[in-house]
């Protein structure tokens, strides 16, 4: 079945500092990408999203590109914040889904001053 | 600025007892989601709906759970009975989808915190 697989947290990284959260999927059809950020004690919020392979999601400093051709969907920044410090959970959803989200792990970020 | 508005926010309870979550998703959404998070589990998806129809409730022990939407701008989800290893943060989302077709975005709720003794 349809899946999502992230690096393992948690990624601690000094103010500054570039990052990196790989993510990878396997889909029978051709699902859209998406990025969700939960910060302490809240819900998840779309962080950005891509629906087509090539297209570039970005928002905030954050960038992803959907890659087809190695199913990823890699999450970066160029210089993280201390205010960057959360849970990332990369997603995919197709159509013959029905429109449900399936999640990866997460990845915990910590942000040092 | 719409949200998804969920209570209780938070909720002790003893083993056995009624639970009864409650959601308002986005009005004009058509799609909403329940999901529950642990840290063993990560997050689960235990039923969603469409035009107030359950699409898909899987995810959720039938026996002890039950997910409704009497109507557009409320959705429900209970346990009965309560087990303490249905500890765990309850999420919300609702979203926008034409039939057949993925939804486009999901806003979550802030989440029910559930801790039944």
Redesign the interface.
Known sequence: GDSVTQMEGPVTLSEEAFLTINCTYTATGY??L?W?VQYPG?????LL?ATKADDKGSNKGFEATYRKETTSFHLEKGSVQVSDSAVY?CAL???N?????I?G??TELSVKP | DARVTQTPRHKVTEMGQEVTMRCQPILGHNTVFWYRQTMMQGLELLAYFRNRAPLDDSGMPKDRFSAEMPDATLATLKIQPSEPRDSAVYFCASGWAISGKSTDTQYFGPGTRLTVL
């Open positions: 699902p859209s998406f969700y809240e819900g998840l919020q779309l999203k959970f959803s197709t159509d889904q029905g429109g449900k989200l999640f792990q997460g």
